[in-house]
């Protein structure tokens, strides 16, 4: 009874709060709760999404990322602060201890506050790389907004984010205005290591570059550029392993409810527009705290694509060599609130591997409409087995950037011929001349037995030489 | 983008030519040389912020290019915060910026050796676009533009540059798996043809045998003497070679070994008989 009660509350509460796919506790540590009032457009559109907010200070002896071994939060972002280090309840080590058990952390920089130690050793270790003394700010002459940073130029008006590569899926810029800036004021911008694992969100236009406004404010010494260009990244993403995700967001100001709503011009131009950050926010967060790009796989099924006694059966354990086989995978995307069918990016290619070892299949999974529907959508392959017998998996192994890790295991055994499925000799021709020679043997030993037991002898003098 | 925002600077030129009305930034007195280590001073060519360079510029494995300019603010010599050289491969979009070494006059002085510059974009196909970007706070609007090419020539006797591809999540080629190839047979008239040859040793055996005066004038007598036996005997070796039959077309092995059990015995039994008249008559003289 009592877990019956346990279990309806379970289930009323994730239907009251089906806003993010894995939950919706979010921690925000502020210098000052008082702070929260710089972003409350951005943090309203979070609530308006149905999270439930804890405001804390690193100072908070309350503060706690876990209880009982377990999360309490689910994300937590983190705004600047002045401290050097946020203090016992938020090292490193139990920040990665919270990316390990799926728990999902925004992380925004200033160019004015420089990081805390914990972040920047925490950043370290994902392989992101801060400025020596943990700030910089990205300046470009060539880019910034005319109204609010004439002579400064720190202001960055950015277009917005397109995927780097084709076959990326555009989970920031789907639905954007051709010509609306992205505005990125008095940011710090990182660099990413080569790892698969991190992906740059927004990139610094090609002429941009990161200084110390503190000691490079007049001359930048050739030797002690830290990034420029491309190379600089101002709002990056890591997905981990296991999906848990993390986002690097340079310029916390870019969240304020100041930038929301500017109106910006770009250089030399005369026209004042709007800026894109409202949205572009919405989509970071809602990328970092698994709101968007959240795959799952609701069911997958393998069968003989053949007629025969094992046609029907599902997902069995063996196969032959040489079979048909039909392999099916159904996959959902959470939407902000709802799961659809998942379509994959245009020029990507969902694949499914047969493999022992390495692969001995690698296919394209073909969208099969007949098993999808608005919630979930299917993929299928049909092949013919290899004629090599053992254990195999039907494996599908989709990692991309943005997007939830799958990696779909399915182990059957692969056998050889049995003794009688093998074609029968007579109908191999080659094999007739010794079937011939069985025939012929057989009717030779035969009449042998017959001609030995009753011939009579032939010839009489055949006697007589024996007698003799 | 790029090809936008060389627009726009390009426009910015234009309007700064004509107009004058903004201040920006310009250079003068810019020279790209290249230097070698063994040779000496080798090509020396001024720079223009009009027109890039025709030709291009080639920096062999241990030479060194300098380039030199004084950065101008409206005409008159000032100190840019930024004064980047910019090596982009065209093909991949890659570039690398190596900042000039800048005075209070404006002149600016940069070094690139072989070895700064990185492994991908050595390993370019075209030669480089080497742009100039200069900027600084205030409202002078900033410079830049292509200045020169440079095609880069690597050692021919050390091992060339590479680079380990970077792994990135993305979709891998396919994979078809190859059978082997299904056996074959010989064309079915020559398998034919030896069937039939296989199958006229049969007569030809019996005509040899026949030749030699074999018969089986005997019958009688023995199945006079012992009919039940022979019968039996006899009878039991087909059906040994009847089984053998089954087995081959539909039977497995344990329906046939109770059958051959049977038959063997009917075979020992009824042989004993049989075979013990035939020894008696060979004992008679009679074979």
């Known amino acids: ?468 | 983008m790029h090809f936008s925002k060389s627009l726009l600077s390009a426009a910015l030129l234009l309007a700064a030519g004509v107009a004058e009305a903004a201040s920006s930034w310009s250079f003068d007195d810019a020279t790209v040389a290249v230097v070698s280590k063994k040779a000496g001073d080798g090509l020396k060519e001024k720079l223009n912020a009009k027109k890039p360079l025709s030709k291009p510029v080639t920096i062999g494995s241990s030479d060194t290019i300098k380039i030199t300019l004084t950065a101008k603010d409206n005409g008159s010599g000032k100190r840019p915060h930024q004064a980047f050289v910019v090596l982009k491969d065209v093909d991949s979009g890659l570039e690398a910026p190596f900042p000039l070494t800048t005075k209070d006059t404006g002149k600016a002085v940069g070094q690139i050796s072989q070895k700064e510059i990185p492994v991908q974009l050595l390993l370019a196909t075209k030669p480089l676009q080497a742009s100039i970007v200069i900027g600084s706070f205030g409202s002078a609007h900033g410079l830049n533009t292509h200045l020169f090419d440079l095609t880069v020539q690597l050692d021919p006797n050390a091992p060339a540059p590479s680079t380990e591809k970077t792994l990135r999540y993305a979709k891998q080629p396919e994979i078809h798996h190859i059978f082997k190839a299904d056996p074959k047979n010989p064309p079915k008239i020559i398998s034919l043809v030896f069937a039939l040859a296989v199958v006229a040793t049969v007569p030809a055996l019996f005509l040899g045998w026949f030749s030699l005066g074999a018969n089986l004038d005997h019958l009688t007598t023995a199945l006079g003497k012992a009919p039940l036996s022979h019968t039996a005997f006899l009878g039991s070796i087909v059906a040994m070679e009847f089984v053998f039959f089954l087995y081959y077309s539909t039977w497995n092995l344990f329906q046939v070994l109770p059958v051959v059990g049977l038959v063997g015995a009917v075979t020992v039994l009824s042989g004993t008989k049989a075979l013990g008249e035939v020894q008696a008559r060979r004992l008679a003289g009679q074979r």
Not at chain 1, 186 to 194: K, M, N, P, Y
Not at chain 1, 369 to 392: N, R, V
């Open chain 1, 1 to 468: 009874m009592k877990s019956f009660l346990s279990f309806s509350l379970l289930l009323l509460a994730t239907l009251v709060s089906a806003i993010s796919s894995t939950g919706d506790r979010l921690l925000a540590v502020l210098d000052d709760v008082a702070e929260k009032a710089t972003y409350s457009k951005f943090l309203g559109d979070l609530e308006s999404r149905g999270f439930k907010i804890t405001y804390e200070t690193p100072k908070s002896e309350s503060l706690s990322l876990f209880r009982l071994g377990e999360r309490k939060y689910d994300h937590v972002i983190f705004f600047p602060t002045k401290a050097k280090g946020l203090g016992p309840n938020l090292t490193p080590n139990l920040l990665v201890q919270f990316l390990n058990q799926k728990g999902n952390i925004l992380l925004t920089l200033s160019s004015e506050v420089p990081a805390a130690t914990s972040l920047v050793s925490l950043l370290t270790e994902l392989d992101i790389t801060l400025p020596s003394d943990r700030t910089g700010l990205v300046v470009d002459h060539f880019n910034h907004d005319v109204l609010s940073a004439a002579d400064a130029h720190d202001v960055l008006l950015l277009p917005v984010p397109r995927p780097a590569r084709p076959d990326v899926a555009d989970l920031f810029a789907s639905g954007a205005p051709a010509d609306t800036p992205i505005a990125f004021p008095r940011g710090a911008g990182v660099l990413l290591g080569a790892g698969p694992l991190l992906t740059p969100i927004v990139r610094a236009p090609a002429t941009a570059y990161l200084y110390n406004p503190k000691e490079q404010a007049e001359v930048l010494a050739a030797d002690e550029l830290f990034g420029a260009g491309a190379q600089l990244a101002l709002v990056a993403g890591m997905q981990a392993r296991n999906s848990a995700r993390l986002a690097v967001v340079g310029s916390a100001e870019m969240l304020s409810d100041k930038w929301f709503d500017a109106k910006v011009t770009k250089v030399g131009e005369k026209k004042e527009v709007p800026t894109y950050n409202r949205e572009v926010a919405k989509r970071v967060a809602g990328w970092a705290f698994q709101e968007t790009g959240v795959l799952k796989v609701n069911w997958v099924e393998h069968r003989l694509n053949e007629a025969g006694p094992g046609a029907n059966v599902s997902n069995p354990a063996m196969y032959r060599i040489k079979n048909d086989v039909t392999y099916k995978i159904s996959l959902s995307q959470w939407d902000w609130d709802k799961w659809t069918g998942f379509t994959v990016p245009a020029n990507d290619d969902l694949q499914l591997e047969f493999s022992m070892l390495s692969p001995f299949h690698r296919l394209h999974l073909a969208v099969d409409a007949a098993h999808s529907s608005p919630e979930a959508t299917a993929y299928t392959a049909s092949f013919k087995l290899p004629d090599q017998h053992g254990i195999f998996n039907f494996k599908v192994n989709y990692k991309r950037p943005f997007l939830t890790n799958i990696e779909e295991k399915n182990t059957v055994s692969v056998r050889h011929m049995a003794h009688d499925e093998w074609p029968r000799s007579y109908v191999i021709s080659g094999a007739w001349p010794w079937i011939a020679g069985i025939g012929a043997t057989i009717t030779a030993w035969l009449a042998f037995v017959a001609v030995w037991m009753f011939s009579k002898p032939a010839d009489a003098r055949v006697v007589l030489k024996k007698t003799q």
